[in-house]
Structure formats: structure tokens, C-alpha cells
Nanobody
Framework: QVQLVESGGGLVQAGGSLRLSCAAS????????MGWFRQAPGKEREFVAS????????YYANSVKGRFTISRDNAKNTVYLQMNSLKPEDTAVYYC????????????????WGQGTQVTVSS
């Protein structure tokens, strides 16, 4: 079955950096767009970033543009989210997801989801 396993979350001070990874198995990774979403307590899930199957096209939420970078390594079936200049408002559970049909910012267009990894940014 399809598995997406996130790692790399943790506690960091404001201004610091983290790199999230999402390892995929059970699917033809190079055929899927990949996305990162996040959900803070009491808030709705929100789009963070996405990348096309080839890596040639990326989208970012305005709130993370210029600070976060999404990338992928199709040989390793892994997608990454480099997060720099972290802010307390970036605190959330971060989820990776796979979309078969399109590189999209809309969560309901994703087919598979990971279990999430907690990112906590202290002020």
C-alpha cells in the first residue's frame, strides 16, 4: 500500500531552520505531484508548498514564500521542505501529500497523505 512518512520536525527557536523529509513508497513517485500542508491547533489545514512530478514547477503560500523551499529527489522517492527564518506562526503539524493528476494547492485534489510531523517554533 501507499505510505508517505514525514520526518525532520522538532522544536526550534524563531529565526532557525528545519528540513522536513517525506519518504514515499507503494506508488510511482515520479508520476505524482507532491505537496506540503500544515494544520495548527484550532485552525484549518492550509497549503504550504507543492512541486510538480518533474520538479520543474513549484507553488508556495504567500506566508512562506522566500523562506521555504520545496524540492524532490525522484531517485530517492523523497520530497523535502527546507524551512528558514522560522516564525512562531509556523508552528503546526506538517503533512506531505501526493497528487496523481496535478500540481495543486487544493488539499482535496491530493490522493495520499502522511501522518504528519510536528514543528514548534518558540519565540
Amino acid at each position: 500500500q501507499v505510505q508517505l512518512v514525514e520526518s525532520g520536525g522538532g522544536l526550534v527557536q524563531a529565526g532557525g531552520s528545519l528540513r522536513l523529509s517525506c519518504a514515499a513508497s507503494g506508488l510511482t513517485f515520479g508520476s505524482y505531484a507532491m505537496g506540503w500542508f500544515r494544520q495548527a491547533p484550532g485552525k484549518e489545514r492550509e497549503f504550504v508548498a507543492s512541486i510538480s512530478w518533474s520538479g520543474g514547477s513549484t507553488y508556495y503560500a504567500n506566508s512562506v514564500k522566500g523562506r521555504f523551499t520545496i524540492s524532490r529527489d525522484n531517485a530517492k522517492n523523497t520530497v523535502y521542505l527546507q524551512m528558514n527564518s522560522l516564525k512562531p506562526e509556523d508552528t503546526a503539524v506538517y503533512y506531505c501529500a501526493a497528487a496523481r493528476d496535478a500540481n495543486t494547492r487544493y488539499w482535496d485534489e491530493y490522493d495520499y497523505w502522511g501522518q504528519g510531523t510536528q514543528v514548534t517554533v518558540s519565540s
